[in-house]
Structure formats: C-alpha cells, structure tokens
C-alpha cells in the first residue's frame, strides 16, 4: 500500500490524500500516468514528485509504505 | 531557528536567533506581499506548505550554506496561510564574522528557497484568485515563472 498526496493546485483537483495498492516496481512516473489517463485534465500541470519527503525523479520506482507527493513547481516567497 | 506555519514573522526574533558573539555582520532579508503583480491589484496572498519536507528542505540549505561560507548562524521563517498585503511571507537571517558571507549567503538562502522548498503561493485578486505557477495554460503569469 502507498500512500499519495496532493499540494496546492493539484489538491484541489485529487483531494488531499488516498491509497493504492501498486503492483511491485511501479515507478513514481507511471503512477503518475495512471493519474492523467484517470484525469485528463491533468495533462496539463507541470510536476514535482517527492517520496518519503525527498525530491525524486519519475524513475524513482516505490516500494510498499512510501509516501508519495505529487505537486506543482513550488512558488513561496 | 527553522519554522513553516502560521501567524505573523517577526524581524526581531530571526536577529534574535542568529546572535552570536564570534558574529561580526547580521543580514536579514524579508520578503513583503506586493499590492501590484502583473498589472493586477492583489488583495491577499495564501500560502500552502507540505511541512514536514518544507522544514527538511530548509534544513538541507542551512547545512549546505553552512559548508559553502564560514557562518555563525542561520535563520528561515516562511509563513502559510493568508498574508494581507505589505506583511511578511518569508524571512532569512544569517550571522558569521564578516559581512561578505552573511550577504553571499542570505541571497542563496532566499534564492534557494524559492526553488526548491515545497510551499506554494495563491493570488487573490479583484474577480478572481490563482496558483502561481501551477500549469503553463491554468492562469499562472508567465513572468512569475520566469521570477522564482
């Protein structure tokens, strides 16, 4: 079981948080995909993925238990 | 002193947590919410952190700016929430024994910031609000992406 988040832009549209189970070796980046054929609209957003709280890229393959993040560029300041 | 939360910054507490007697120059920078952003009038700002990696990625450049300059201390606030215009967002404050590497090193710091730790910004203005920097197409200005 993995557990997803979503912040700011992409929250709104995912709500805040869900699980999934993944089969294994699933990488960040075809989760992600899943999303967007799930969601279409989400094509268009740019992407940051972390897991366990650490920047990663879509490669990053997840293990049961990460946590993954899925959020726009970041904009504070 | 490293903090992601809300409720107002105060300059006299980053000076406060970066006193040091080996410090010879304190900077402090303190980023304010404009009025005026792409020739719309703001009327408020909001702020959205993931906390727990946003205080770890602050972390991170402490302990980076510390191996790149010989400092005394370091300092990061970013507030969430929303933040009336002319209030403080964010502020950096960094000590070390002369001034060349407090200011070197507060401009990375704020710099760095902006990048890459996860706090996103919302613009209320008069008929609307936006995520800046959201999607390429979703209302973001092209010129705040160019900006961070």
Redesign the interface.
Known sequence: MVRLRFFAALRERMGAARTETLAPGTTVGALWRSLVAERPELARFQVRFAVNEEYVSASHRLRDEDEVAFFPPVSGG | MLRVGRGRISAERLVRAVRDPKAGAVVLFL?TTRVHNEGRRVVRLE????T???R?EMAALAGQARRRWRLCRVAMV?RTGVVPVGQV??GVAVSSGHRAEAFAAGRWL?DR??????????EHFRGGRV????????GAPRK??RR?
């Open positions: 980023g702020y959205e952190a993931f727990g990696m946003a770890r970013h967002s964010v704020i910031l902006k990048k890459t730790v996860p706090i996103w910004k919302r995520w800046i920097g959201a999607t390429p197409s979703g705040a992406a961070r």
